[in-house]
């Protein structure tokens, strides 16, 4: 796939992209609150989700002592170089909820 071709994709599916990553922003994955413990685990499940939904090959939640590890595999060749993507899906308290221009959960597009 060459650049005008991932330019062309990107394109394509932006609006699909977009959406994805509203609906996991609307999930209140915090994990310094107990209280928000299924909706952490919520979150892990829809990152797996996600990766399947990108064709990725073997995807795993695997538990921890803390919440769980997302874990994705796909191999193109196991002769090329490995790229490795690190990222977090849990988010910080949104306190003190005064200071937000509109609820921390409930993501708005802003046009700047």
Request: aromatic share 10%.
């Given at each position: 796939m060459d650049?005008?071709?991932i330019t062309n994709y990107i394109s394509a599916n932006k609006?699909?992209?977009?959406n994805e990553l509203l609906d996991l922003l609307r999930i209140p994955s915090v994990s310094a609150d107990p209280k928000y413990a299924g909706d952490v685990n919520k979150t892990a499940e829809a990152v797996k989700q996600r990766l399947?939904?990108?064709?990725?090959?073997?995807?795993?939640?695997?538990p921890t002592k803390g919440y769980p590890v997302v874990y994705g595999e796909k191999i193109i060749d196991p002769k090329k170089p490995?790229?490795?993507?690190?990222?977090?899906?849990?988010v910080q308290p949104a306190d003190p909820l005064n200071l937000w221009d509109s609820p921390p959960f409930e993501p708005v597009?802003?046009?700047t």
């Open positions: 650049s005008t071709q609006e699909r992209f977009l399947i939904e990108a064709g990725v090959d073997k995807v795993e939640v695997s490995t790229v490795i993507v690190y990222g977090h899906y849990d597009i802003k046009k």
